[in-house]
């Protein structure tokens, strides 16, 4: 009897007290918290301070260093905590006072400042980048690609890195975790030639290398020559001259300095195809080597060619019809045949014949026929991620051309295939007063790291929505309107090369 009076007086009052587990839900659940994050530049611009605002209160998270050139990324909750973090790069080089180029730079680095709910954390520093990273909405969770490369690839370089890979990560906790790795690989080759012993004699200012191979596979050998140069530190000049034809047939690998030139047992047309450096392919199209097309699979076409397109019977023969201006037609068939049309005095444009179907009205019957690739934008290359009139869009960075000298470039947020976010910053290279840094009379201006836009792909056009309609209108009415609600393909861009 004493048990069960017991256990009734309990009862009674964990159902007359409910107070003590409600408490105990308030205090679980994260307190609001208003937190920013800023940058201030220091001396010379060439180191920066990153701070914080909690709740108006004003922390020092890095204090200014020599060494570091912060760059405010993105501010967003990467863990889902309740808490605003910050993703910011450390460029390691800086804008000097009278340059716009970067000094000394080494290749960006990546880290994430979080908050608990009573402090900061930093995470660990990941990645060695040169042009931008991808910022990718996935499962609920921002998924930070860098491709890390020892070298950046627009300098003249000492040595060839074959080891370049594409890393990505996600916030675990308080630290980046590596949840995927892409790999670059060196590929396999029968015979090949490289420089790197040659950058380093410092005696040697040119060299002439060749090989002497079979190149087309006809029983005699053939001649493939390059030349080194010094200030170059690679090869330049490629030549291939085959046994049974003297003219030299040029070898044009889009690069000034080649550190590496493979045979590959691989074959296209009968000939071996070649390397460049550490996997960019050549193949013999018929008259000489090119890159490899890679066509996608589809072959839907429009023309863009303002006063049409003339099909003809055979590339370069006579005209039996004409495609519209804007029409949307079916390749049937991409040949290698190369066709040069000059536009206009100085412009050339460069394409192929395609051989293609159309309706002639006058046969009532349906007709093929060739037209050049020049004018034919490739849909299949159409996606969000394209050049538009006015900005165009990467996986790295959405960029605006506000004049042929003035570019301003943001990070990119990629919701989906359809949907990025323009994250604001002041990263532009400017040469007059663009005005994107001017804050306007009772308008709430963008914040860095914070999305600024949103662009949606809609069949052909791109749609933008504002996040500051009132700043937005503002700089359009006092600047060139280059905020745009809805923005048109750039169609050249989408041409097979």
């Known amino acids: 009897m004493k048990s069960i009076y017991l256990l009734i007086c309990t009862l009674f009052f964990a159902c007359n007290n409910p107070k003590k587990e409600e408490s105990v839900k308030v205090q679980s659940a994260p307190e609001t918290v208003a937190i920013s994050y800023g940058l201030n530049n220091g001396s010379g611009q060439c180191n920066t301070q990153l701070y914080a605002r909690v709740n108006g209160e004003r922390q020092v998270l890095i204090d200014f260093d020599q060494h570091k050139f912060l760059y405010i990324q993105l501010q967003d909750d990467f863990n889902n905590d309740g808490f605003l973090d910050v993703l910011v790069e450390n460029r390691k080089g800086c804008h000097s006072e009278t340059e716009s180029t970067y000094l000394a730079h080494e290749g960006s680095s990546y880290f994430i400042m979080a908050y608990d709910g009573q402090k900061f954390h930093m995470t660990n520093e990941v990645g060695k980048d040169w042009d931008g990273i991808e910022m990718v909405m996935r499962d609920g969770k921002l998924h930070i690609a860098i491709e890390t490369a020892e070298e950046r690839s627009y300098t003249y370089s000492d040595k060839l890195s074959c080891n370049d890979k594409e890393e990505t990560f996600v916030l675990d906790i308080f630290k980046l975790k590596q949840v995927a790795v892409d790999q670059k690989t060196k590929m396999t080759t029968l015979m090949e030639m490289d420089c790197l012993s040659l950058i380093q004699q410092t ?135 190369e066709m040069d049309y000059e536009e206009e005095a100085y412009v050339t444009i460069e394409g192929y014949w395609y051989k293609v179907a159309f309706f002639d009205e006058y046969s009532n019957s349906t007709k093929q026929g060739f037209v050049f690739s020049g004018y034919l934008a490739n849909l299949d290359y159409c996606s969000i991620f394209s050049d538009w009139n006015g900005v165009s869009i990467s996986k790295n960075a959405i960029v605006y051309k506000l004049h042929g000298q003035c570019y301003y470039t943001y990070p990119v947020k990629i919701i989906s295939d359809t949907e990025v976010e323009l994250i604001w910053s002041q990263d532009g290279d400017c040469v007059f007063l663009s005005g994107l840094d001017e804050d306007f009379a009772f308008i709430i201006s963008p914040e860095k790291g914070k999305p600024f836009a949103k662009f949606t792909l809609d069949g052909d056009t791109l749609k933008a929505s504002y996040y500051y309609p009132d700043w937005v209108k503002e700089y359009n009415q006092k600047y060139p309107a280059i905020f745009s609600e809805t923005y048109t393909l750039n169609y050249p861009s989408l041409i097979d090369y």
């Open 203 to 337: 005696s040697i200012v040119e060299s002439y290398e060749k090989f002497n191979v079979d190149i087309n596979n006809d029983g005699y050998k053939d001649e493939l020559r390059f030349t080194y140069y010094k200030d170059l530190k690679g090869y330049d000049n490629l030549y291939l001259r085959l046994a049974t034809i003297n003219p030299d047939i040029e070898i044009n690998t889009q690069k000034r300095s080649v550190k590496r030139l493979g045979i590959l047992a691989s074959k296209t047309n009968g000939y071996n195809d070649l390397v460049i450096n550490c996997d960019e392919v050549m193949s013999w199209n018929g008259e000489e080597y090119r890159y490899k097309n890679v066509y996608k699979s589809g072959n839907k076409y429009r023309v863009f060619a303002k006063n049409g397109l003339i099909i003809r019977d055979s590339p370069d023969g006579i005209p039996i019809g004409k495609f519209d201006y804007n029409a949307e037609i079916t390749v049937i068939e991409k040949t290698e045949i």
